[in-house]
């Protein structure tokens, strides 16, 4: 019978296969933490886009809601100024009905007069920039042609056009409207079409494209004719301010200036009273 090997010997053999099993256990958990490394940054690239789309989300939501938010404040406003005109009307309408009929010459009927709010004007989008001060410059007959790149590409698109083909002039357009008391009068007089015809397009499809690029385009300066008011909200000078200005100088008598003639003929009279005295 073979003797019971040593005590250290015995457990000199059962940890001799130690190492290796460690080893190979060693092994299996590298791979599988490779794997959840992977995954979890796998994970965090989902999670940040997710986050981004969420924020890009937000944002446009954001700008949506203020443009919406500045959409009903206009809208806003020029409802109340409707009310306030109809009021207007109303009350002309009760008067004239309670006054002695008096029949005027067509001549001598006006027009009536440009519509504007009495509450102070807000600041619009764009006011102050150069775009938005070269069109009230055209429009106030301050600068003889619109120059390019003042209107977005594809504004003039809606417009009608002449039966020559022309394109609608916007100074014609925006002076056919003021003259009519501005874009209250007309549209609620329903005198689009006529504004159309003195453009040389009649029709209603016609006035209603008119009227919405007028609304577009063209309703905003309308506030020029309240120099202080413009100047408030537009930190610059109306430029119907100036022009009026402009063409009230150029109207204003001049005192006439001495003549190369009258000095000469002055001299001469000098000098012969002069000769007279020696």
Same mark, same amino acid.
């Given at each position: 019978m073979?003797?019971?090997?040593a005590?250290?010997?015995?457990q000199?053999?059962?940890?001799?296969?130690?190492?290796?099993?460690?080893?190979?256990? $060693?092994?299996?958990?590298?791979?599988?933490?490779e794997?959840?490394q992977?995954?979890?940054?796998?994970?965090?690239? %989902?999670?940040?886009?997710e986050?981004?789309?969420r924020?890009a989300?937000a944002?446009?939501?954001a700008a949506?809601?203020?443009?919406? *938010?500045?959409e009903?404040?206009e809208?806003q406003?020029?409802?109340a100024?409707q009310?306030?005109?109809?009021?207007?009307?109303?009350?002309?309408?009760a008067?004239?009905?309670?006054?002695p009929?008096?029949?005027?010459?067509?001549q001598?009927?006006q027009?009536?007069?440009? $519509?504007?709010?009495?509450?102070?004007?807000?600041?619009l989008?764009?006011?102050?920039?150069?775009?938005? #001060?070269? %069109?009230g410059?055209?429009?106030?007959?301050?600068?003889p042609d619109?120059p390019?790149?003042? &209107?977005?590409?594809?504004?003039?698109s809606?417009?009608p056009?002449a039966p020559d /083909?022309?394109?609608i002039?916007?100074?014609?357009?925006?002076? #056919?409207a003021?003259?009519?008391?501005?874009?209250l009068?007309?549209?609620?007089?329903?005198?689009?079409?006529?504004?159309?015809?003195e &453009?040389?397009?009649? /029709?209603a499809?016609?006035?209603?494209?008119?009227q919405?690029?007028?609304?577009?385009?063209?309703?905003r300066? *309308?506030r %020029?004719?309240?120099?202080?008011?413009?100047?408030?909200?537009?930190?610059r000078?109306?430029p119907?301010?100036?022009a009026?200005?402009?063409?009230t100088a150029?109207a204003a008598?001049?005192?006439p200036?001495?003549?190369?003639?009258?000095?000469?003929g002055?001299?001469?009279? %000098?000098?012969a009273?002069?000769?007279?005295?020696?």
């Amino acid at each position: 019978m073979r003797a019971p090997a040593a005590p250290h010997l015995q457990q000199h053999r059962r940890a001799a296969p130690v190492p290796v099993a460690a080893a190979a256990a $060693a092994q299996r958990p590298a791979a599988q933490v490779e794997r959840e490394q992977h995954a979890l940054l796998l994970h965090q690239l %989902m999670l940040e886009r997710e986050r981004a789309v969420r924020a890009a989300a937000a944002a446009a939501a954001a700008a949506q809601q203020q443009q919406e *938010e500045q959409e009903e404040r206009e809208r806003q406003q020029k409802l109340a100024l409707q009310q306030r005109l109809l009021e207007e009307i109303i009350q002309q309408r009760a008067a004239r009905a309670a006054a002695p009929q008096q029949q005027q010459p067509p001549q001598q009927q006006q027009q009536p007069r440009l $519509a504007l709010p009495r509450a102070p004007l807000a600041p619009l989008p764009g006011d102050g920039s150069e775009a938005v #001060s070269v %069109m009230g410059e055209y429009l106030a007959g301050l600068r003889p042609d619109l120059p390019p790149g003042v &209107l977005p590409p594809g504004a003039l698109s809606a417009l009608p056009t002449a039966p020559d /083909g022309r394109q609608i002039d916007l100074r014609r357009l925006f002076s #056919s409207a003021v003259a009519r008391g501005g874009h209250l009068w007309v549209t609620l007089l329903g005198r689009w079409g006529e504004v159309g015809e003195e &453009l040389g397009v009649g /029709g209603a499809e016609a006035g209603a494209a008119l009227q919405a690029a007028y609304e577009r385009l063209l309703l905003r300066f *309308e506030r %020029m004719y309240d120099a202080e008011g413009y100047l408030r909200a537009t930190g610059r000078p109306s430029p119907i301010a100036v022009a009026e200005a402009a063409a009230t100088a150029a109207a204003a008598p001049r005192p006439p200036a001495a003549s190369v003639l009258g000095r000469a003929g002055q001299l001469q009279t %000098m000098r012969a009273l002069l000769l007279a005295r020696n």
